[in-house]
T-cell receptor, first 111, second 114 residues
Framework: RKEVEQDPGPFNVPEGATVAFNCTYSNSASQSFFWYRQDCRKEPKLLMSVYSSGNEDGRFTAQLNRASQYISLLIRDSKLSDSATYLCVVNANTGGFKTIFGAGTRLFVKA | ETGVTQTPRHLVMGMTNKKSLKCEQHLGHNAMYWYKQSAKKPLELMFVYSLEERVENNSVPSRFSPECPNSSHLFLHLHTLQPEDSALYLC?????????????FGPGTRLTVL
């Protein structure tokens, strides 16, 4: 089992739709969680950190479920500019600090 | 955005060449990272430096040699690479090597090994 797993997609949604991505992680010692966004042929950029209580930033909502070991990202009212690959990132302390990226979920928002 | 810069942006090299990738961060961070991103694969962490000391080396072949002369600069020296080493090499930095710190990435060097 991969340490961090994401559905690669692609997710094809119309503008204005709500779309959700999940990311599962295998290491119960994982400490912190992030969603990054990567545009085609560009570097990853932080979208948002994921807090235990869940957090919201405009149209984006991130949630953490430690019991089931997954994090989620919800995008409401999708825009064309949301088209990108969304990377799940997990930091774990497993006898050393590990940063593990998921392979990403591709999103295409269409007019 | 010029927080983390990388040069060159593109590099084509033969298997017998020696080249170096350069990364510079202007954010006052203490930790710097090298990642490899191959097509359709997750980012792979290669090296981590914290306060100019290498703290992680994730089973990377010796043909990749990092160097961190100070907290703002990070190099990746390349020697006798293989075609499968062709990938996007990303540098990142964070305030410290801490679980909650955000990593900021440079634009990457797209490397092709012939």
């Amino acid at each position: 089992r991969k340490e961090v797993e994401q559905d690669p997609g692609p997710f094809n949604v119309p503008e204005g739709a709500t779309v959700a991505f999940n990311c599962t992680y295998s290491n119960s010692a994982s400490q912190s969680f992030f969603w990054y966004r990567q545009d085609c042929r560009k570097e990853p950029k932080l979208l948002m950190s994921v807090y235990s209580s869940g957090n919201e930033d405009g149209r984006f909502t991130a949630q953490l479920n430690r019991a089931s070991q997954y994090i989620s990202l919800l995008i409401r009212d999708s825009k064309l500019s949301d088209s990108a690959t969304y990377l799940c990132v997990v930091n774990a302390n497993t006898g050393g600090f590990k940063t593990i990226f998921g392979a990403g979920t591709r999103l295409f928002v269409k007019a | 955005e010029t927080g983390v810069t990388q040069t060159p942006r593109h590099l084509v090299m033969g298997m017998t060449n020696k080249k170096s990738l350069k990364c510079e961060q202007h954010l006052g961070h203490n930790a710097m990272y090298w990642y490899k991103q191959s097509a359709k694969k997750p980012l792979e962490l290669m090296f981590v430096y914290s306060l100019e000391e290498r703290v992680e080396n994730n089973s990377v072949p010796s043909r990749f040699s990092p160097e961190c002369p100070n907290s703002s600069h990070l190099f990746l020296h390349l020697h006798t690479l293989q075609p499968e080493d062709s990938a996007l090499y990303l540098c990142a930095s964070s305030q410290d090597r801490d679980f909650t710190d955000t990593q900021y990435f440079g634009p990457g060097t797209r490397l092709t090994v012939l």
